[in-house]
């Protein structure tokens, strides 16, 4: 009983005199100093990769070629540079060599995962050593690739004139950084592997910052929405049609 009017005396003395206990909360914060920190922290990266070039390039020609920088899935990890070239644009120049695209696949290692720091890397590289026109860089991936192309391009939409995720998803509120970045998002209605639901999601919020979105669900499709996809030419034409100067 004795504890219950103690309690009831602090609440009292608390309302009467302004709150007393919870200045001295407020004390205790605008006690800290305040301080600011500035270092330079450098990391090595590395990444092999497979370059296409397109019949009638010239490194030191007047053209400025578009580039599609291409993330393949899970699957294709390791240090076996021939299992990135069994799915999508990597795939289609080995036998397509008037593919109007310089391609560029980076391989993730086994049991990682798309780095940003990595691709953005190797990005600036391959643009510093090739003719590549830096106004139609277009990124696409499928699977896990489709993840690494919603993260990369919220890190980085200032790089990229189009994105082309494949069944893929992502953190809905990176999306913020797309804005009104041209996007075409496919996926398979019937993934097992990767719901439709984590695509729809983004579509959802680009939707919301007005974002004219491209959604394509296949009906019938599983996981394996990528083949589909990569062999439509409709793709390659929407890419060409955007420039990152349009935005």
């Known amino acids: 009983m004795r504890g219950l009017i103690w309690l009831s005396g602090l609440a009292l003395s608390v309302f009467l005199f302004g709150g007393s206990v919870f200045a001295e909360e407020k004390t205790t914060v605008k006690s800290q100093l305040f301080h600011s920190f500035e270092t330079t922290v450098k990391k090595s990266v590395q990444a092999q990769y497979l370059l296409f070039l397109p019949d009638g390039y010239k490194k030191n020609g007047d053209k400025k070629w578009p580039m599609i920088f291409f993330l393949h899935g899970a699957g294709e990890r390791g240090d076996d540079l021939n299992l990135v070239a069994i799915h999508g644009p990597p795939k289609i120049v080995q036998s397509k060599r008037d593919f109007p695209f310089i391609v560029v696949s980076p391989q993730c290692p086994t049991g990682e995962f798309w780095s940003n720091d990595v691709l953005l890397a190797l990005l600036d590289h391959v643009v510093a050593e090739h003719a590549i026109d830096e106004d ?36 809905r509120i990176s999306t913020y950084a797309l804005g009104t970045m041209p996007t075409w998002v496919f996926h398979g209605a019937k993934d097992p592997v990767v719901p439709l639901d984590e695509a729809q999601r983004m579509v959802d919020m680009l939707k919301r910052m007005k974002n004219p979105v491209k959604f394509t669900v296949y009906p019938e499709a599983g996981h394996d929405s990528w083949t589909e996809t990569y062999d439509n030419d409709e793709l390659y034409k929407w890419f060409l049609a955007h420039r990152r100067s349009d935005r």
């Open 136 to 171: 139609r860089i277009y990124l696409t991936g499928l699977s896990m690739g489709g993840y690494g192309t919603w993260s990369l391009a919220s890190a980085a939409p200032n790089r990229f004139a189009a994105i082309a995720p494949v069944c893929g998803g992502g953190s």
